[in-house]
């Protein structure tokens, strides 16, 4: 398996779709890179020589953030939005739909199960 930046990439993938496994690099990223460095976006992964790895670990490196720098970035703005008490950052601190989905009916994924409300008869003496 080839490792770059960290992550191993699975071998009989094309290395276009290998890229992808990488947190924070997309299919459009991953053309991007190839186009950059110059690498054949057909080829296996476990068809690239050492050169070809090293390049693109050396462009990721520097032109792309990925992972945990990416992964940290993220989750910091989250905390930020937290503490300026904004909307959006209120939203995720209950634990509810950020973007302005409805949760009348839906947004199950988000809020949880529910614990029934209300609806409760009383006990008969």
Do not use: C
């Amino acid at each position: 398996m080839a490792r770059i930046v960290g992550v191993d990439i699975p071998n009989e993938k094309r290395i276009e779709i290998a890229l992808t496994y990488i947190y924070g690099i997309g299919p459009n990223t991953a053309q991007k890179i190839l186009q950059s460095t110059g690498v054949n976006p057909d080829t296996r992964a476990k068809d690239l020589s050492e050169g070809d790895i090293s390049k693109l670990y050396e462009y990721i490196e520097k032109n792309v953030i990925v992972e945990g720098t990416l992964k940290q970035r993220v989750f910091q703005n989250i905390k930020r939005l937290k503490d300026i008490r904004a909307y959006r950052g209120m939203r995720h601190k209950l634990g509810l739909p950020v973007r302005g989905q409805n949760t009348r009916k839906n947004a199950k994924t988000r809020k949880g199960r529910g614990a029934t409300v209300g609806g409760l008869k009383k006990e008969k003496k």
